[in-house]
């Protein structure tokens, strides 16, 4: 497998309209396990999320592209459990994912919409926080662009996460969804995620000023944006 290129044009199971509804609703419910072990989430919450929120004043965060709305509501509860107070919402443009985020457990502080980045923007809504998670890699160029500028017209801080594309994610990756995959897309599509996601080089020259790209465990890689970001690969 040739992975010193992004492969752009290479599509994903789940991304077709028409793919296996079955195995798509199996692929939103496994995404919980799949995230909680390669995703890095946790390590984010602490270091990134946890120190901007607060006991006495709520912290609004949008997460784009909420998929399953694993994400989402691991924010929420983590953010529960210390005390603090955080109002997360989830979108996805997608029906089908707003049909499974509709039919989950309801939490008080979670919100999920069927609605775009660009729709809010153009509603005059406003955040404190923008997050994705395993969103930039489905982008294309023009996609790409519009979700950064919207989340730079959303909320003053974002942070975007995907996966950094090496051989090893690649060898790791494949071998241990195998586990977790039966009746989804979770192995063939995570395959291809990686074969389609940058590495933290790539996104760096991909990224517009004012956005900061980092690298991170387990085979992560972070676009961030803040009161301070500069372009460029964090060292």
Do not use: K, Q
């Not at 929420?76 to 994912?97: K, N």
């Not at 590495?199 to 991170?216: K, Q």
Request: charged share 25%.
């Amino acid at each position: 497998m040739d992975l010193s290129r992004r492969d752009a044009a290479l599509t994903e199971l789940m991304d077709d309209p028409d793919c296996d509804p079955v195995a798509l609703e199996r692929t939103y419910a496994r995404f919980a396990l799949v995230n909680r072990v390669v995703s890095g989430w946790r390590g984010v919450y602490r270091s990134r999320i946890r120190p901007l929120l607060s006991a006495a004043r709520v912290t609004t965060l949008l997460d784009v592209g909420s998929g399953g709305g694993d994400v989402p509501l691991a924010l929420a509860r983590w953010a529960r459990r210390d005390g603090l107070r955080l109002r997360v919402t989830g979108i996805d443009p997608d029906a089908r994912a707003s049909a499974f985020t509709r039919a989950l457990p309801a939490d008080p502080d979670v919100t999920f919409l069927r609605a775009s980045s660009s729709d809010l923007v153009g509603d005059g809504r406003r955040f404190d926080l923008v997050t994705s998670n395993h969103v930039l890699h489905h982008l294309d160029d023009a996609a790409f662009d519009a979700l950064l500028a919207d989340s730079a017209a959303l909320a003053p801080r974002a942070i975007h996460s995907d996966i950094a594309r090496s051989r090893l994610a690649y060898a790791a990756y494949g071998p241990a969804s195998r586990l977790v995959a039966r009746g989804s897309f979770v192995h063939v599509d995570g395959l291809r995620s990686i074969r389609r996601s940058w590495t933290p080089v790539e996104l760096a020259l991909r990224a517009p000023a004012g956005w900061r790209v980092e690298g991170a465990l387990p085979a992560r890689v972070l676009l961030v944006r803040d009161a301070t970001a500069g372009a460029g690969v964090a060292r």
